[in-house]
């Protein structure tokens, strides 16, 4: 009996699934009431999301099975065609709360800059391979790489997004710190962007009433929106207590809290499930993230640590974020919760990027199954000799 190198991160796995089975739930209870009176119907919206939820099932399952050594020769067209998508988004994209983020595909909402986060991490990872030791310069190995990071980041910032263009720069740095570039260089560029993004952020006044609003100050129509959600989101988790209130129980959901399917889901897990339910969800992100490192720590070769360490990254550190807005630790932002709020971009490219993150674990050797054939097992991440080379 040989053994082969065909199990998935069985663990990591069922945490993503868990999310977005809980997803449904609370996703119902969170938007019945909206969705009754806006929409006629209490459960229109967990119609819509059910759809999302199981064509995310179907996009791990579809991306686990594709080697992830393929992406070496795709994730450039992929990014250049995620930043032409940003570019027609510009120009002909729905405007929504005075910003331009959707384009409409047959009567579907598609948002780019979800595509796009991941499609940067994909070719940076691919990049940080074929590079190697050549990182450490600066203008054959960093500064290409800032061009890429530079190109989506903008797009996103001119729809605008600058809490997502500034989660975008944010893990793409970190891609670049984890596949070992120079740290001057890595402080070189934030020396230089930190203080354009910070006068990017300043520079409209809804941006600054949210900090006003996160800070006690301001008066404005802004500043008192955001200081209202805020305040019933917190109110969410005060209700919740240590058990919840139970499924369905929440009162903030009735016209309280708005948006509370969406960027504000978190609070009513609060409610709804108290201090209890609240761990369990963040124990499942816990999960994902100590998982995911470990794939990055065993993966076969650079490629697969990254992209396992990009993936890793950006799902737990969106699931941070979102419970630091909820909770008031950090000023509103608008980004959702992975897998749990109401959203299709965000859910459908998710699970993909988890499907490939999986793809990872089964090409490691902490998953062994045995196997019925007497030959020798040939592992599914050979050294690929040369591959590097024809990408």
Request: hydrophobic share 50%; charged share 10%.
């Amino acid at each position: 009996m040989q053994k082969a190198r065909n199990h998935i991160d069985i663990a990591c796995f069922l945490a993503v699934l868990t999310l977005m089975v809980l997803s449904l739930g609370v996703v119902y209870s969170a938007s019945s009431t909206w969705a009754l009176d806006r929409l006629g119907e209490s459960g229109k919206l967990l119609g819509s999301h059910a759809i999302k939820v199981l064509l995310g099932f179907l996009a791990i399952f579809v991306f686990m099975q594709i080697d992830y050594h393929a992406y070496r020769r795709m994730t450039k067209p992929a990014l250049i065609a995620a930043i032409g998508l940003l570019l027609v988004t510009l120009v002909l994209g729905g405007r929504f709360k005075g910003a331009t983020r959707w384009l409409l595909v047959g009567g579907f909402g598609l948002q780019p800059s979800d595509f796009a986060k991941f499609a940067l991490v994909f070719h940076l990872s691919v990049l940080i391979e074929l590079k190697g030791e050549k990182l450490a310069d600066f203008k054959t190995g960093f500064l290409p790489m800032l061009v890429w990071i530079g190109g989506v980041t903008v797009l996103v910032l001119a729809q605008p997004n600058f809490s997502m263009g500034a989660m975008i720069f944010a893990i793409s740095l970190m891609m670049l710190f984890l596949g070992r570039a120079r740290l001057s260089h890595i402080a070189l560029t934030l020396g230089v962007l930190i203080p354009l993004l910070l006068a990017y952020m300043l520079s409209a006044e809804y941006r600054m009433q949210r900090i006003l609003s996160y800070l006690g100050q301001g008066s404005s129509t802004a500043s008192v929106s955001a200081h209202h959600q805020l305040r019933q989101a917190i109110i969410g988790f005060a209700n919740g207590g240590l058990f919840g209130l139970g499924p369905g129980g929440s009162h903030q959901r009735d016209h309280f809290l708005p948006e509370s399917y969406g960027d504000f889901v978190f609070s009513i897990v609060g409610e709804e499930y108290g201090l209890l339910g609240t761990l369990f969800f963040v124990l499942l992100f816990l999960v994902i993230f100590l998982r995911g490192m470990k794939i990055a720590r065993h993966a076969p070769d650079e490629l697969g640590r990254m992209l396992a360490l990009g993936v890793t990254c950006t799902i737990t550190l969106y699931a941070l974020v979102n419970a630091c807005v909820t909770l008031g630790i950090l000023p509103t932002t608008g980004l959702p919760m992975p897998f749990v709020s109401y959203g299709g971009s965000a859910m459908l490219f998710s699970c993909a990027a988890v499907g490939v993150l999986l793809n990872v674990s089964m090409q490691t050797d902490l998953h062994p199954r045995l196997a019925g054939s007497a030959l020798p097992a040939r592992p599914l991440a050979r050294a690929h000799a040369g591959a590097a080379g024809r990408a």
